[in-house]
């Protein structure tokens, strides 16, 4: 049971490059979020799903995209890189049901914008 | 509009000694309540939950926090701290039912919890 896989790692681009995060969960949950994690502002809502085929902005959601083609997997796109988008980039699943609404992370992802 | 606040970035104890986070929220109406411990290089994992019942949530690892609606806190604490408590603690907020949109988290900006010997 692999819980959220987040892909990659770890990843420098280069200002103006696109990228895709992937995340992937088997938990067949119907909640999928992604995260952006600063030194001293925590964790802010990037992007969220309801349901596959669903996709609605958070808290700081300008610069990206987002897409929820199948249930298990919800993406992340950067279309032109910048400076102020390196982070720590954490995407997380939960049922989103009323008495059952833990959210599991994937191990993140560290992006460098140079 | 919801906001989570954490006093103390830093929070530094001798290994035995009392843990106590401190998280304090703003909501129009109670809130869901969380505590997530990040360790290095990590992603975050559940510590305790408060949505309903009983006000004093016991989690993972020794650690507790107790719900005061009239004080809008929700601290965590640990009655003697072990040199593996050392990380990162972050107290999150969500609106109570489907109106959060599941599980929209509202996190604190985070304590950093250091052990001593």
């Known amino acids: 049971n692999a819980g959220v896989t987040q892909t990659p790692k770890f990843r420098v681009l280069k200002t103006g490059q696109s990228m895709t995060l992937l995340c992937a969960q088997d938990?067949?949950?119907?909640?999928m979020y992604w995260y952006r994690q600063d030194p001293g502002m925590g964790l802010r809502l990037i992007h969220y799903?309801?349901?596959?085929?669903?996709?609605a902005k958070g808290e700081v959601p300008d610069g990206y995209n987002v897409s929820r083609l199948k249930k298990q997997n919800f993406l992340l796109g950067l279309e032109s890189a910048a400076p102020s988008q390196t982070s720590v980039y954490f995407c997380?699943?939960?049922?989103?049901?009323?008495?059952?609404?833990?959210?599991?992370f994937g191990q993140g992802t560290r992006l460098t914008v140079v | 509009a919801q906001s989570v606040t954490q006093l103390g970035s830093h929070v530094s104890v001798s290994e035995g000694a009392l843990v106590l986070l401190r998280c304090n929220y703003s909501?129009?109406?109670?809130?869901?309540l969380f505590w997530y411990v990040q360790y290095p290089n990590q992603g975050l994992q559940l510590l305790l939950k408060?949505?309903?019942?009983?006000?004093l949530v016991k989690g993972i690892n020794g650690f507790e926090a107790e719900f005061k609606k009239s004080e809008t806190s929700f601290h965590l604490t640990k009655p003697s701290a072990h040199m593996s408590d050392a990380a990162e603690y972050f107290c999150?907020?969500?609106?109570?039912?489907?109106?959060?949109?599941?599980?929209?988290?509202?996190f604190g900006t985070g304590t950093q919890l250091k052990v001593e010997l």
């Open positions: 799903s309801v349901g596959e085929g669903t996709t």
């Open positions: 999150a907020v969500t609106p109570p039912g489907l109106a959060g949109g599941g599980n929209k988290l509202t």
């Open positions: 909501s129009s109406v109670p809130p869901y």
């Open positions: 408060y949505t309903t019942g009983a006000t």
């Open positions: 997380a699943s939960s049922y989103g049901v009323v008495m059952n609404t833990e959210a599991f």
């Open positions: 938990m067949n949950h119907e909640y």
